[in-house]
Structures are given as structure tokens and as C-alpha cells.
């Protein structure tokens, strides 16, 4: 499944969703790190909700209709991420998938597991359940090896 973060497009595996929701008030938690927006109690399980756009450094969060939570389900956990929009669902041919680009020690791609092209599109493959799950998130108290 694609879904959008400022100009750029993401991908994840439509298998870890759950549902995709409308932005709603979330409850504020003390000490909570920046892109941990809150929880929010959903059909009585209390789900942490995560701004992508501020885990990811994409500049400045503004809330409009268009902006969604998608609904995880990782590792017996729900987790809820805030996109500026889903896109659509799509199946990536294995040639359509290339290797993630090298950067600096500065950049932590361990989550990114490639780049899919469709058309003139580039869409960054995201591995959530390696990124939710990772300590740096704080959602968990271990990670899965």
C-alpha cells in the first residue's frame, strides 16, 4: 500500500494494515518522544499514534481532511501512523524493485528495503515492522530478531 509524506511516496506491506482512518484528537502522553503524537482508544485497545512526517524530519505538520492514520498490526501490537494521504495498493514486480542507495553513517536506511518504480513514480519501500519495532520508536520494549 502507497501513502504519501510530503512529495514523497512510501510503500508498506498491505498485509501489516489493519484500517486507515481520519486524523482524530489523540490524548497527549507526559515525556512522550516529539513524533509520538498521543493514544487513542480504538474499539478498547489503547493504540500509540505516530507522526511520520516528524519521525522522518519532513519539515513542518500540519493537520487538513486529507491527512489519515493507517492502522498497524506488528508483532501482537496496534500502532497507528499519521500520512498526509494514502495513495492506492500495488504489486511490485521483483524488476520494478531496486537496491536502496548507499548514504552516509548520518542517514539510517536499516528500514528502507528498496525503491519501486511504477511508471515515472518512485516509491521508497518501507520495512514497518523493522521501523515500529525498533527501540529508537519507543513503542516496545524489545525488538524482534
Same mark, same amino acid.
Given at each position: ?38 493514544? /487513542? ?9 505516530? #507522526? ?5 524530519? *519532513? =519539515? &513542518? @505538520? ?34 520494478? /524493485? ?9 542517514? #539510517? ?5 528498496? *525503491? =519501486? &518504480? @511504477? ?27
Amino acid at each position: 500500500m502507497t501513502f504519501t509524506l510530503g512529495d514523497e511516496e512510501y510503500a508498506i506491506d498491505i498485509l501489516t494494515v489493519q484500517e486507515i482512518r481520519g486524523y482524530d484528537t489523540v490524548t497527549k502522553i507526559a515525556n512522550a518522544p516529539d513524533f509520538i503524537k498521543g493514544v /487513542i482508544n480504538l474499539r478498547g485497545t489503547i493504540v500509540p499514534i505516530v #507522526d511520520m512526517r516528524i519521525k522522518f524530519q *519532513l =519539515g &513542518t @505538520v500540519s493537520y487538513d481532511q486529507f491527512t489519515v492514520v493507517i492502522v498497524l498490526n506488528i508483532g501482537q501490537r496496534v500502532v497507528g501512523m499519521v500520512v498526509d494521504g494514502v495513495s492506492d495498493v500495488i504489486t511490485l514486480l521483483p524488476e520494478q /524493485i531496486r537496491s536502496a542507495p548507499e548514504f552516509s553513517s548520518a542517514l #539510517d536506511t536499516q528500514y528502507l528495503m528498496g *525503491l =519501486g &518504480t @511504477v511508471d515515472e513514480r518512485m516509491i521508497i519501500l518501507v520495512n514497518i515492522e523493522r521501523l515500529m519495532m525498533s527501540p529508537d520508536m519507543a513503542l516496545t520494549d524489545h525488538v524482534p530478531s
